[in-house]
Structure formats: C-alpha cells, structure tokens
C-alpha cells in the first residue's frame, strides 16, 4: 500500500487541476493516460520523478491504482482538489478550488504545458493506443509477462506488474531517477 504525504497530494491534485482547467471534458480515462504521459516524460527528458506515482500494466494502459479507485466513486485523496461528474458516456474531472504552483518548479510547468500541447487534444481511446505502442514500456512488460492474451480474450483488465519508469534510461540515469525518488518520499513524509 502506497501512502501519500501531503506535499504528494497538493502536487498530484494541483496537476490534476492544471490539465482541467485547460482540456475540456478531461475524462477519468484521458486524465489516466495523461498522468502517465507526464511521468513517463519527465522521467526520459530529466531523469527524475514528476508525481512519483506507480504505474501498473493494465489492459487500458499504464493505470495509477490509487488514482484511479479515487476518480472511480467520490475522491476521497483528493477531495480537496477536484470532484467527477457522471455523465452517461463517462466520468469527468472537475476542479473544486483554483490551480496553485506552490509545488511545481518552471521545468514542471513547461512539462505540463508539452503534454497538454501535444495530447490535449487527443481522445482518450488515442492516449490508450499511444501507450500500447510495440515500442513502449506497457507493451514491453506486458508481452513479457503473458498479458497481451489474457487482455485480447477480455480474461483480464488489470494486473500488479509495476511499469519501470527507468526502461528508457541508461544507468546513471536509472541511479538519479531511484536516488532522487527515495530522497522525495523522505523529505514529503519529513515536512508533514
């Protein structure tokens, strides 16, 4: 079980705002495929971590679990900072307060501001097929680990294979991302 801190979930809620404000009718779906796209991001452009979520290999995509139970009923992590709203082709994401930049560098607000440019404007069936490449990570770990089958034959929508973030990187690289995922949980739980 992943705990968050507080500076964890003011970040993660003030991304998640961010990308509403600006994509009209963000689905739970889009804003899934999107938090990965940013992470995934960052992690090959400055090797390290952005929200320092975990991603599993899911038959949609890579899938933040706990973002998504959250997004999936009534937030409850991140009550403070958005609210779904049913509708009968999906469930939307809405924010409840205004965006804050108090947790971001300028190099995450370029980055937030790159993913909405380039995917924005993208259906949330495409963000899945973008993340499905033969090419990518997802597909990587699942072919290796026998899912492609079992989500084909609809035997399985989900597992607990974690996504390395540090697939795409060199070693040194993979030694920043790790030591500087480990430094941010130290501090976040250190300041709460």
Do not use: C
């Amino acid at each position: 079980m992943k705990t968050y801190s507080r500076s964890d979930l003011d970040k993660i809620g003030n991304a998640i705002i961010y990308l509403a404000e600006r994509i009209p009718d963000l689905s739970k779906t889009k804003l899934l495929k999107l938090l990965y796209l940013l992470e995934e991001t960052y992690v090959k452009k400055y090797q390290l971590p952005f929200l320092n979520l975990e991603f599993e290999v899911w038959q949609a995509g890579p899938v933040a679990r706990d973002i998504f139970i959250d997004l999936s009923d009534e937030p409850n992590l991140l009550k403070e900072y958005i609210r779904i709203k049913k509708k009968s082709d999906g469930t939307y994401i809405k924010p409840v307060i205004k965006f804050s930049d108090d947790e971001f560098s300028d190099n995450e607000i370029e980055m937030l501001d790159l993913i909405i440019e380039h995917f924005g404007s993208k259906t949330a069936a495409e963000l899945v097929n973008r993340t499905h490449q033969k090419n990518s990570n997802w597909y990587a770990i699942a072919k290796s680990k026998g899912l492609l089958e079992l989500f084909k034959e609809k035997m399985t929508n989900s597992s607990d294979e974690k996504i390395d973030l540090t697939w795409y990187l060199d070693d040194k690289g993979k030694q920043i991302f790790t030591e500087q995922s480990h430094f941010n949980r130290l501090i976040s739980h250190i300041n709460d």
